[in-house]
Structures are given as C-alpha cells and as structure tokens.
C-alpha cells in the first residue's frame, strides 16, 4: 500500500520530544514506495562559536576566542560525537521498526538550516518534536518549531508526547514562582521606601 | 472488536488555505489507506459570530447584526458544502462535518480536548510577522496550546 508522501523530513536533535516525532513519522507516514518515498532524519549542529557561547564556562579564561585552533578542534570533536550519538539513537528507533532512513547532517543556525534543507530537498513533509520550552525561555531562545512551521515550504507536523500536559504545569510553577518573587521584590521596596521616608 | 481509531482533527475556515490544507490532508493520510483508514476525521469550521464580526460597528450594530447573521450562516452552508464535495471526491467516509460557532483558537482547542483528538491539521494563512501581530495567528495558537500534535499546511505561493 504505498502512499503518495515522496520526501518526508524528520528534524532531531536529541531531545526525548525529537525521537518521538520520529516514532510518529514512522507509525503515521505512508511513503511512496522507494526510490521515490524517502524518510530523512535530519540534524543540525550548531556552530562552534555558538557552542562556545553557550557554555562559557566550560572554556578556561571563558572567551568566546575561537581563534585559538586547538579550542576549535576540541569543540568541532566533541559537536561530531554529540551528533553521533543523536544519530545513533534515531537509527536504533528506525531498526525497531524496520524502516530504512537516510541520516543528513548540516552545520548552522537549526531554524534557518532545517527551512533550507526542506526547501532544497522538495520535501513533502516536515515532522519535528516541540521542544516545550516555557514562555519564558520560548522568548529568548525563540522557537525552532515555530520558525519553521512559519517558513518552511512544505506542511509541518509538532509533535507533542504527554510533555505537552507537563509544560503546562512547569508554565504554571514557573509563573507562579515569577510572581511570588515579584510580590517579594514589591513589598521589600514598599518598606525600604518607607523606612526612607521616616528617616526623612 | 475494531480498536479506537485515532482522532485526526482538520480546522476549517472559508479561505483557499484551509482547504488546501485538508486535500493535503485527505491526500497524504486517508487516500493511500482505502478502504481502511487509520483516522476518525472530523472536519470543524469554527463559524465566526455576528457579535465578535460587528464589534467594531459601535452604534449601527443592532441593525446590522440580522443581516450579517444571515451572511455569516450563508457563507458556514457554503464552506460545508464545499468541505462534503472534496471529501467525496476523495472517496473518504467516516467523516463528521461540525460547525461550531466561536473564535478559531478556542473551537479547535476545545474540539481537540472532547474527541481526544491525535492530530490537529491547520491551515496557514502564512501572514508575515506584522500581519501576524495584528490580526493574530489561530495556527501559532493552536501549535502552542492544543494538547495534540499539530500539522501546520501552507498553501505555496504561485512563483511568478
């Protein structure tokens, strides 16, 4: 029964979220049969200067130099292993259900690079897990999910395990803990306004 | 003695985009799959109400609302007619057309919670970042909060 889906994309990168996207695609998605239908796990290693900037402590005398090219090799060894070992466990959960995958792994900024690769390789579909970050960090980090379900030339399915019910209760705490603190902040400045105000 | 099937939820709403989206939809998930589908399909147009439409009328609403209730049901009609013929042309069954009255974000977020759907399909507009902040976006709504997976369509532009 082959289906009428030629390529379809599957974006990991290591989360939990990523591999069950993953499982989703494999139990949802109907290709075409080969060559023609094609599944493509795709990951996108960031960077070696954003890795730097992201774990500066990690680097003695915590400079984002990354001219020196020891520190570049070290960190370009250590993004290879971490892909590695994304890739790894993506084809365990293929081997588990018997679909053959290609692996395709591009360097750069993910949100822009997974619209790139989609566009170039005339996919059918993208599958991507979402990362259920909370507001909060959703607003610095943005989100890779939302940029590409925006931009990508192609239909995109999130996919959302049981995490999603959890980010609501973590959305929840963390804004109640946000407001608690905020309430904290408000009466310490009432009072040492006030205590300013009788010294006056 | 069938197990539950999975839910596949497709939003609707009168423009191009939404039922590019479900063609997509039927095409990649129901069609390869004959007779046998693997989804229970329905199909929610969230029919926008005359109230919410007239907000900004002010003081002529009253007189307005009939006229544009009857408008607004004319068009719902139409929409679910069109919807029956695609479906049909797809040679799909077991589907369930709703027309439920409200805002797009909440109808679709609360259809996922009571069919306990699987999927949720959009369709995007794909309105650029300015658009998107003031007219607001039911499929960035709905990615973030409906407690289902989520499958955005965009209609492709025509190149030129």
């Known amino acids: ?200 | 003695m069938a197990a539950e099937k999975p839910v596949m939820i497709v939003g609707i709403d009168d423009s191009e985009h939404s039922f590019y989206a479900l063609d997509r939809a039927l095409e990649h998930f129901f069609v390869p799959h004959a007779p046998n589908f693997p989804f229970k399909l329905f199909v929610v147009y969230a029919k926008p109400s005359a109230a919410s439409t007239a907000g900004f009328a002010g003081a002529g609403a009253a007189e307005v609302l009939p006229f544009l209730e009857a408008d607004l049901r004319r068009v719902a009609a139409g929409v679910v007619d069109k919807a029956k013929q695609l479906i049909i042309s797809k040679s799909v069954n077991d589907v369930t057309l709703e027309v439920i009255e409200g805002d797009a974000r909440n109808v679709l977020c609360e259809a996922v919670e009571k069919h306990h759907a699987s999927v949720l399909v959009l369709g995007s507009h794909g309105y650029g970042a300015i658009k998107r902040a003031v007219l607001g976006s039911v499929s960035d709504y709905c990615a973030h909060h409906a407690h289902c997976s989520v499958m955005i369509v965009k209609k492709p532009k025509t190149k030129h």
């Open chain 1, 1 to 200: 029964m082959a289906g009428t889906l030629g390529c379809v994309v599957v974006s990991v990168d290591g989360s939990d979220e990523s591999m069950n996207a993953l499982r989703w695609a494999m139990d949802n998605v109907r290709l075409r049969s080969p060559p023609e239908g094609s599944l493509i796990i795709l990951h996108v290693q960031s960077p070696p200067s954003i890795a730097v900037g992201i774990n500066p402590g990690s680097i003695p005398f915590g400079g984002p130099s990354v001219e020196v090219p020891a520190f570049t090799a070290a960190i370009e060894a250590h993004q290879r292993r971490i892909t590695e070992a994304v890739l790894n466990r993506a084809l365990e959960i293929c081997a588990e259900k018997n679909v053959t995958a290609k692996t395709h792994v591009v360097v750069g900024d993910p949100k822009e690079k997974i619209c790139e690769v989609v566009d170039s390789l005339h996919a059918d579909l993208l599958v991507m897990g979402n990362r259920a970050f909370g507001p909060i960090k959703r607003l610095f980090l943005g989100s890779v999910s939302k940029y590409c379900s925006n931009h990508a030339s192609c239909p995109v399915v999130i996919v959302k395990g049981e995490a999603g019910q959890a980010a609501h209760w973590g959305m929840l705490l963390s804004l109640t803990t946000q407001a608690w603190f905020l309430l904290l902040l408000y009466v310490h400045n009432v009072k040492s306004l006030s205590r300013a105000l009788l010294w006056l």
